[in-house]
Nanobody, 116 residues
Framework: QVQLVESGGGLAQPGGSLRLSCVAS????????RRWYRQAPGKARDLVAA???????NYADSVKGRFTISRDNAKNTVYLQMNSLKPEDTGVYYC??????????WGQGTQVTVSS
């Protein structure tokens, strides 16, 4: 089993920045990818960014150039640095971890609100 705990959400002004953290515990040897998803009010949960075991990353088109996903393996932590925030970035951000057998683990989510 893997447990994920997110932190770092909150209120930011348009153009501002926030950094989300996701600390993992448990059977980390099972995990091959770590991801961040976002769910805006009334919408589906969408993939925002991912980092795989080899270090490659990918991003949703809407956040490319503004968000950066990174990790600290020693701390079992993945980060999402969010810059140049826009109101449409508002939503609940969920941390996700995936095994080679496509079993997924989820955190409880952290709210991000971008508003002036």
């Amino acid at each position: 089993q893997v447990q994920l705990v997110e932190s770092g959400g909150g209120l930011a002004q348009p153009g501002g920045s926030l950094r989300l953290s996701c600390v993992a515990s448990g059977s980390m040897f099972l995990i091959t990818a770590r991801r961040w998803y976002r769910q805006a009010p009334g919408k589906a949960r969408d993939l925002v960014a991912a980092i795989i075991s080899g270090g490659s990353t990918n991003y949703a088109d809407s956040v490319k150039g503004r968000f950066t996903i990174s990790r600290d393996n020693a701390k079992n932590t993945v980060y999402l640095q969010m810059n140049s925030l826009k109101p449409e970035d508002t939503g609940v951000y969920y941390c996700n971890a995936v095994t080679p057998f496509n079993k997924e683990y989820w955190g409880q989510g952290t709210q991000v609100t971008v508003s002036s």
